[in-house]
C-alpha cells in the first residue's frame, strides 16, 4: 500500500485519482487519501499524521540522536503489517514536525478536521500519530474540542522507525484496532501506549526514555491493548468532547497562557514579565499542594488588579489542590492536573470566559 506523499501531489496535479488512490479536500486545505479498494465490511479509520520519532529516522539501530517527522502517513500505515486486514484506513498529513514545535494552529486545524470527517458516515474512527513530548497536551486539548462520539486514539513511538525493535508499528496497529472498534465510542480521546489505553485528560508522559512512556497517575489506565482487542476496566469521570462548551471552528489560535514554576528562591519578577509579554491568564507550577513563597503571595495578589486569572497548580504530578486560605489574589484551583495540563484547559476556558468563578468551576468540570 502506497500513501507516499509524491504520488499524491503526482495525482493531485493530473486528474485527482490514481489507479489504486483517490483523494479529497478537507475544508481545512487537507488532503485525504482514499484506497479504491476499501473493504464494505471492515470499518474505516482516518489516521491524521503530525510526526514525531513514530515518523522520525536515523542511525540504524539506535534510539537516540535521529531526526523526528520524516515518514510520511503512508509509509507509516505501512510498517504497520496486517493493518489492512482489520480496517480501511485513509491517510491526511497534517504537518511532519517534532511535538515541540506543535502550535495552537495545528490543534484547531486537528479538531477541525475530525469534527468535519466525523459527518463521514463512511468513517469509524480516527488515529493521530504524535511525537511523544507533548502527546499529554494535545489529547486533552482534543477530549475538550472534538464533537463526536466516533473513537479517537492518539499514539506515538520512543524508538524511531529506524532502531532496533521499533515501537511505533505496534502502538499504531493497537491504536487503528481501538479506532476501529464499537467498545471505543464515546469514551473520549484516549492514547494506546504500549498496550496501554489511556484517557486523553488523565494521561502523562512518565518516562524520557522508556517505551512504556505513559500513565494516567494516580488513576491507572482504561485498559489494555492485546493483538487488536481492547479490553477496558476504567472510564474518565470528566466531561468530555460532545458535553464541552468548547467550540474551536472559528478560531485561529488560542489565548496565550504562562506557566511560571516555582522553586526555593525562585523571583516572582517572572509574574511582571509574563503580565507584561500579554499573556492572558497564568498557571502556577507550586511546590506541595500549590505553594509557593509569601513573595510570590504578594505578587500575585498585585496581579489581582489586572484581572488576569492565576490558577495554582502543583509540580509534583499527583494528588489535588484544594482550597488554602493563605494563597490570595484572582487565583483558582487547577485541581489534579499537571501544570501543562493546565495551560491547556485554561487556554480553551479563555475563549469563553476570565471570571474567576467561572474559571474555577471549569477547572472542577473538566
Ligand atoms: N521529540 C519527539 C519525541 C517523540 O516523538 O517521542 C517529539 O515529541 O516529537
Known amino acids: 500500500m502506497i500513501f507516499a506523499q509524491e504520488q499524491e501531489e503526482k495525482s493531485k496535479n493530473s486528474s485527482q485519482t490514481s489507479d489504486e488512490y483517490s483523494f479529497y479536500e478537507t475544508k481545512s486545505g487537507l488532503s485525504v487519501t482514499v484506497s479504491n479498494n476499501e473493504k464494505e465490511d471492515l470499518p474505516t479509520v482516518a489516521v491524521l499524521a503530525t510526526g514525531g520519532t513514530i515518523a522520525g529516522s536515523g542511525t540504524a539501530g539506535k534510539a537516540t540522536n535521529y531526526t523526528a517527522g520524516q515518514l510520511d502517513v503512508g509509509t507509516l500505515v505501512d510498517s504497520a503489517a496486517g493493518v489492512t486486514d482489520i480496517a480501511n484506513v485513509r491517510g491526511i498529513q497534517v504537518c511532519n514536525v517534532g511535538s515541540d514545535d506543535i502550535t495552537d494552529e495545528n490543534w484547531i486545524t486537528i479538531a477541525n478536521t475530525i469534527n468535519e470527517l466525523a459527518q463521514d458516515e463512511n468513517i469509524d474512527g480516527f488515529v493521530i500519530t504524535h511525537g511523544t513530548d507533548t502527546l499529554d497536551e494535545s489529547s486533552y486539548f482534543l477530549n475538550l474540542t472534538v464533537k463526536t462520539d ?30 476501529a472498534n464499537e467498545q471505543a465510542k464515546g ?44 479490553y477496558f476496566y476504567n472510564d474518565s469521570v470528566k466531561c468530555h468532547t460532545t458535553e464541552t ?18 522553586t526555593i528562591d525562585a523571583d516572582p519578577e517572572i509574574l511582571d514579565y509574563y503580565k507584561e509579554s500579554g499573556v492572558q491568564g497564568i498557571v502556577i507550577a507550586g511546590a506541595g499542594s500549590g505553594c509557593y513563597s509569601e513573595q510570590w503571595n504578594n505578587k500575585i495578589d498585585e496581579l489581582a488588579e489586572t484581572g488576569i486569572p492565576v490558577v495554582r497548580c ?11 486560605d493563605y494563597f490570595i489574589g484572582n487565583i483558582a484551583r ?16 479563555l475563549t469563553v470566559t476570565n471570571d474567576i468563578e467561572q474559571v474555577q468551576n471549569m477547572f472542577d468540570k473538566y
Open 150 to 179: 466516533k473513537p479517537v486514539v492518539m499514539t506515538g513511538a520512543m524508538r524511531p522507525s529506524t532502531a532496533t525493535s521499533a515501537d511505533g508499528p505496534m502502538n499504531l496497529y493497537q491504536s487503528i484496532a481501538l479506532a
Open 187 to 230: 469514551k473520549g480521546v484516549m492514547v494506546v501506549f504500549s498496550d496501554g489505553i489511556y484517557g486523553g485528560r488523565d494521561v502523562q508522559k512518565i518516562s524520557t526514555c522508556q517505551t512504556d512512556a505513559f500513565d494516567s497517575k494516580d488513576f491507572g489506565g482504561m485498559g489494555y491493548m492485546v493483538d487488536g482487542v481492547p
Open 245 to 262: 462548551e468548547f467550540d474551536v471552528s472559528s478560531l485561529k489560535e488560542l489565548p496565550k497562557v504562562g506557566v511560571a514554576y516555582f
Open 314 to 324: 502543583s509540580r509534583i504530578g499527583s494528588g489535588v489542590i484544594t482550597q488554602d
Open 334 to 349: 487547577g485541581n489534579d492536573l499537571a501544570p501543562q495540563k493546565a495551560a491547556t484547559l485554561l487556554r480553551l476556558i
